[in-house]
């Protein structure tokens, strides 16, 4: 494996709040890490330098070897990095295929090639059947992976997951980690995910970042970091493993 992703000393102040403290990790190509932390910890905040949404005020951030830090989020985009949001926000009025056809067009300038790569992405995440559908019209779990087919249709080789388990049922939680299993292992996307859901988070990281008030306080594999004291004093003691 080798560097995808290389973010070192980011740091990113808000007026006088430090959101995100000298930030270095790097991702893989091919493993799947996870970013976890308590309400407020800068996870969000990292994902929007790494998408080109904010400049870090320090540091660099690299992708495939060449520096992202600063680019647009289309230029990010283009790259190959996608990303879903917290708060899924699909075009309500378009159908489901439509929503996706979106995004495949991002390197696709035929409609009909968009159109099949829009199908192929459908199906592979359960949701051809209802690419009819309008996208206001689905239940929370099929928003979730619509969220992640228009991502997905853009041809990602590093996609940023933000709380895609949030809201999900533990049998939807379970569906959903089995899908970005498929989605790292047979579509070779990298995955780097921010998560509160532990129990999807231990089932799918290799690696993990905890962070704490914008710093990091702990690197490294699931099974280590979950038993480090400074971890589970500042964020696990309050959740369920
Ligand atoms: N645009 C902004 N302007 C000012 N402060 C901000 C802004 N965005 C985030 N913050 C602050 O930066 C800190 C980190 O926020 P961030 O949303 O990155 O945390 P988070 O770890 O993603 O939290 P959550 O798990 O609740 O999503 C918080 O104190 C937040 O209030």
Avoid: W
């Amino acid at each position: 494996m080798s560097a995808l992703l290389s973010v070192v000393d980011v740091g990113k102040r808000f007026r006088g709040l430090i959101a995100v403290d000298r930030v270095s990790f790097t991702v893989e190509a091919g493993e799947i890490f996870a970013v976890i932390g308590p309400n407020g910890a800068g996870k969000t905040t990292l994902f929007n330098m790494i998408a080109g949404v904010l400049a870090p005020n320090e540091g660099t951030i690299t992708f495939r070897g060449e520096r992202i830090s600063g680019r647009t989020p289309d230029a990010v985009c283009r790259l190959g990095v996608a990303r879903t949001f917290q708060i899924v926000r699909p075009f309500p009025a378009l159908t489901v295929e439509d929503n996706v056809v979106i995004g495949a067009l991002l390197h696709r300038t035929e409609m009909a090639a968009a159109r099949r790569h829009a199908r192929d992405v459908l199906a592979t995440l359960d949701l051809f059947d209802k690419r009819d559908f309008r996208a206001s019209a689905l239940t929370l779990p099929d928003r979730k992976r619509l969220e992640l087919a228009r991502a997905l249709a853009t041809d990602p080789k590093l996609l940023l997951l933000d709380e895609v388990m949030a809201g999900l049922r533990p049998t939807e939680t379970d569906r959903m980690v089995e899908i970005l299993r498929g989605v790292n292992r047979d579509m070779g996307v990298t995955i780097l995910l921010i998560e509160h859901v532990m129990r999807a988070v231990m089932a799918l990281a290799g690696h993990m970042l905890v962070l704490h008030h914008g710093a990091p306080i702990a690197k490294g594999k699931p099974e280590d970091v979950v038993r480090d004291q400074k971890v589970i004093t500042s964020y696990l003691g309050q959740e369920s493993i």
